[in-house]
Structures are given as C-alpha cells and as structure tokens.
C-alpha cells in the first residue's frame, strides 16, 4: 500500500511524505514514492489512534456493547488499538476470559484489542487476581475500573505483585464511602438541580494514596480520567519530585463543565463527574504542560434503557470512541492548547509506552497503524449513525472538526468512509 501526498505527524513536527507499506509495517517514507497509491492530499496522517481506557462490555453485557460492535466503533474513530476495561460478567480477572477476548478479537479481525486484566478476583476487593497467568494469557495492565481498591496493604501487593511481571495498575480513583451516593459533582449546579454531589476529594485522596505507595515502591502507577484541577496539581508535583507516575483524561472533562447537568440529560452522567470551570481550565493546563500524558475516551456504552431512566438511577458513562479524536482537536489544537505532535504522543505514542504496547509512532520499521484524518470537514455528532451500540452521548449536535477517512491496521484498511 502507498498513500501519497499526505501530511504526516511525527514527533519531529509535521511533514509531507508519502508512506508505503510492506508485510504490515511502514516500509518506506520519502517525498516521491513512485508507484500507484491512494491520494491523500489535504489530509493529516497519525500513527494509529491508541485508546487504553475502553469498556466493550462482552463478556456479560452484550445488549450495551460487543467486541465486533466496539471494534467497529474503534476504527470509525480512528483508533488501531484499544485496551479493554475488566467489569465483564465473568470479570477478567483469569487467563481463560482473557484469552477469550484475544480470541473474538481475532475473529473480528478490525482493531487490536488488548485485555486488562481485573487487581482482585472479581472486583471484591478482597484477593488478588491470577496476575502472573493473565499476563501469559495477554493482558497488558490491570485496574479494578469502576472502583478502587480500598484495602491499601492489598493496593500495595498488586502494585508489586504487577511489577514483578511487567504490568501497571490503572487507577479509578474514588473513595467509595466519601462519594456516599453521589451522582454529580458537588457545587452550584447539584445545589439547583438537587442532585446528590460528590466532592473533589473523594478522587483526589485516591490520588494522593496512589502516588504515595509509588513513591514508597518505587514502582510506576497509572491514575486513570483525572477530573479535578486538585488532582492535576498532586500529579504535577509527584512528577517533579521524580515519582513514577501517569495520568489519563477524558474529551468530557475538557469540553464540558458540571453546568451540562441543568439539563437532567443522564448521558452527562458519568464518574468521575463533570466539574466546574476551573476543573476544566486545569485539566486542559496539564494536557499542555505535560502533567497529563494522555487522552482516553473512557468509551462506556450502555443500552437506552440503562438512560432512559430518572438521573439518580441511570448508569454511568458516555460513549466516546467515535468522538474522541474529533473533540480532542477541536478543543486543544484549533484553540491552540496543543501542538498536532502533542495531541499525536497524548493519542498515540504515550499510550503505547506507557503500556509497552507496539507502536505509536510514525517510522520505518514500525507497525503499519495508521490513522488518515480531514482536520478541515466540520460535522455534526450523531449518536443516530454510532457504529457503537451505545448511543448515550452529551455531544449530539455538537459540532467539530476532523473527521476519520481511513484506518489502516497492519498495512490493511480497516475503516475506509463511506463516499455520498
């Protein structure tokens, strides 16, 4: 494959080269590469789009999601790769699901798909998982997402327990018994609308504990969609005090504010909650400097009945696969927050290193991920034509920029849009 007359964003900068590619991987990059190919001029090229925080709901939950359903919606955004969350039913929390999921993976033959393995047996909290074998079996991390571990001996032994075999621990920061219900953040808007809140601290303490057992470890630990200005800041000053610590945000907690909630949409539900004004500044201050590594969607799809429901009963999560590139480059690089080589590392090549994964990068010899891009079209969000089978979004009618054409894995299309 050669694709010719394309812009391409390398960590050097941004340049015009055309890329060919051989045995699934990029085998040439030169200003004139002879040959027929398939014209890209006036579009951007990324190295494939790497989403380490996804929620594909099989095994367990098929109704919200699948693997072929959340694979479709992986390529449509652009995204090569994706790491899939453990709050399955089963959990993944044993080689056999965690096989299961490499397994159906390869049969739907669209992206790469990365299983994260589950800290404790079935999320209780109580014993930890089977790491060594899930780790045989192909997990690339493990997290107990949805909840954290409040055991901090036990968070302890997982951090060294998956360090002894290679792995992270991807942190849900959020002290259960502090948030007490809570459905929002707590401020102004769960004053007006009576809405239960949940204060900042209930996630920055799991931070703080986080950071305070990787600085003792010595280990390296992940804290996963921080959402508050406190929580940038705690991250920002373990880094300088050289603690061994990544962070992750959403395109929710840099487009939206707690404001969204006035509205009771439960598709503005989601945990860690919107925040307020100076949340939102903050987290867009960390993208920029470097204190947040990179930007996940935290794709959480849930059937219309898991939403259509009273605020306080609906589930949380919004699905963001489909949006996440669109609203990362509208709201960072148009605004100039961000670089495209930065916004590239925050979507790409971060991800990649943070979890040992192959790829991330635009050069000979690496695999050919590639994600083709108009950075020009302006469209609209349509939860109506999601590949996704959730459609519960807060961003239907937004408009953007940048959408997907193409979504080259392994020097195959994956994803090509469809022409009018």
Same mark, same amino acid.
């Given at each position: 494959m050669i694709l010719k007359n394309a812009q391409l964003v390398t960590a050097a900068g941004v340049k015009k080269l055309d890329i060919r590619t051989e045995g699934g991987v990029i085998a040439e990059l030169s200003p004139c590469i002879e040959g027929e190919g398939i014209d890209c001029s006036g579009y951007t090229v990324f190295a494939g789009l790497i989403d380490m925080h996804v929620h594909l709901r099989e095994p367990g939950f098929e109704k919200k999601e699948d693997i072929a359903s959340g694979a479709r919606a992986a390529v449509k955004g652009g995204f090569t790769q994706i790491c899939c969350m453990p709050n399955t039913k089963p959990v993944i929390d044993n080689? *056999?699901?965690v096989s299961y999921i490499r397994s159906r993976a390869r049969e739907v033959n669209l992206c790469k798909i990365h299983p994260i393995g589950a800290i404790t047996e079935g999320q209780n909290g109580e014993t930890l998982s089977a790491i060594g074998a899930m780790k045989a079996a192909g997990a690339v991390a493990l997290s107990e997402d949805g909840k954290s571990v409040e055991r901090t001996? #036990?968070?302890?032994?997982?951090?060294? =327990?998956?360090s002894d075999f290679g792995l992270k621990c991807l942190c849900h920061c959020e002290d259960r018994r502090l948030v007490d219900g809570? *459905?929002?953040h707590e401020g102004y808007y769960s004053t007006v609308t009576g809405l239960k809140g949940s204060i900042r601290a209930a996630?920055?303490? #799991?931070?703080?504990?986080e950071i305070c057992l990787s600085e003792s470890l010595g280990i390296p630990v992940h804290i996963c969609h921080v959402s508050t200005y406190s929580g940038v800041e705690l991250i920002r000053e373990a880094k300088a005090r050289g603690v061994?610590?990544?962070?992750?945000?959403?395109?929710? =907690?840099?487009t939206l504010t707690d404001a969204a909630i006035a509205t009771f949409d439960t598709s503005t539900k989601v945990n860690p909650p919107l925040r307020e004004e100076k949340d939102r500044l903050a *987290?867009?201050?960390?993208?920029?400097?470097?204190?947040l590594d990179v930007i996940a969607s935290d794709h959480a799809p849930h059937h219309a009945d898991d939403k259509n429901v009273e605020y306080d009963l609906a589930a949380f999560g919004i699905s963001g696969l489909e949006t996440s590139f669109a609203l990362s480059y509208t709201e960072l690089v148009r605004s100039g927050a961000l670089t495209l080589p930065e916004l590239a590392a925050k979507m790409s090549a971060n991800p990649a290193q943070i979890l040992g994964l192959t790829g991330g990068a635009l050069e000979v010899g690496a695999p050919a991920d590639l994600t083709v891009v108009d950075l020009n079209e302006k469209w609209t969000v349509d939860p109506a034509q999601f590949a996704s089978k959730g459609k519960n979004t807060p961003f239907a009618g937004r408009e953007v920029y940048g959408r997907v054409k193409l979504t080259v894995v392994d020097g195959e299309v994956k994803y090509e849009e469809k022409r009018a």
């Open positions: 080689k *056999v699901v001996d #036990l968070m302890a032994k997982a951090m060294q =327990y998956a809570g *459905v929002v996630e920055d303490i #799991l931070i703080a504990r061994q610590v990544t962070a992750e945000t959403c395109p929710h =907690y840099f *987290v867009i201050q960390g993208l920029k400097d470097g204190t």
